[in-house]
């Protein structure tokens, strides 16, 4: 049995959106500054500070224990690296930034993979086909379909294109609480899925692999890799089922 999806209020939805944009506007600010040399330390840094200053509280830090505000992925680690002094961008890498705060008591929670510098074709390819899956999951919240539509678009088009996409992993409503019901896996489930409903409110999250979709855990025991150590991508959105056409409520307005 799966757990109750809480719906959303019109009163609730606007709140999320006002959350949902300082995540966004923190994701450009970060996109607008990536360049080699910067530790991903400085990174989370940015992200806090600049969430803060707007009132909202960064939903990651301390979440199970995570030491970040800004979840920091290179190149193989899938998701969930830890922001560190240590570790220093580099031409020729892809990032993974996932961030997430609280705001008036709802979540926002949004990631994108940017280049570092020049990047090859491959590593290019890997982002645009991620991105664009995302994209066709979104086209897939409507009123009527299920959960299993939007995984079917997001494995359909990144298999199509050669990657795999991370089971070990999935997308989540999202409210009053980071992770709620349902979940959203990225690959299509023999079984019967919640049906979309106004008001529901989706992170959708597309973990899309160049090799095999398997998965580890670093020591660490937060940041996770491919098995194979070939790069990783991840884009996610906070989306909200309406009557028509979905509302993305991470996406910057202007
Ligand atoms: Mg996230
Ligand atoms: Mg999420």
């Known amino acids: 049995m799966g757990r109750q999806i809480n719906l959303k209020s019109s009163g609730e939805v606007q709140k999320m959106l006002e959350a949902n944009q300082i995540v966004a506007a923190t994701l450009a600010m970060l996109t607008d500054k990536i360049k080699p040399g910067l530790t991903t330390l400085q990174l ?95 086209d897939q919240v409507r009123v009527g379909n299920r959960i299993n539509d939007l995984s079917r678009a997001v494995q359909k088009y990144v298999e199509g294109h050669g990657f795999s996409v991370v089971r070990q992993f999935v997308g989540h409503g999202i409210g009053s609480q980071l992770h709620e019901a349902p979940e959203i896996p990225n690959y299509e489930r023999k079984q019967r899925t919640p049906r979309l409903v106004a008001g529901m409110a989706l992170a959708i999250e597309p973990m899309v692999n160049v090799g095999t979709y398997d998965v580890e855990v670093l ?29 993305v409520l991470s996406r910057l307005l202007n």
């Open 44 to 138: 989370d840094m940015w992200a806090e500070d600049f969430a803060r200053q707007q009132g909202a509280v960064p939903a990651f830090k301390g979440y199970r224990g995570f030491p970040g505000s800004l979840c920091v992925s290179i190149n193989e680690e899938v998701v969930h690296g830890i922001p560190s002094e240590r570790v220093v961008l580099k031409d020729g890498d892809i990032l993974s930034i996932d961030f997430g705060i609280k705001f008036k008591g709802f979540y926002g929670d949004s990631a994108v993979t940017l280049p570092v510098g020049s990047i090859s074709a491959n590593k290019q390819k890997l982002i645009d086909v991620t991105k664009q899956s995302l994209e066709l999951a979104i």
């Open 219 to 247: 020591k660490d025991g937060w940041t996770v890799l491919t098995a194979d150590r070939k790069p990783s991508a991840h884009f996610e959105h906070t989306v909200v089922v309406t009557e028509g056409e979905p509302l």
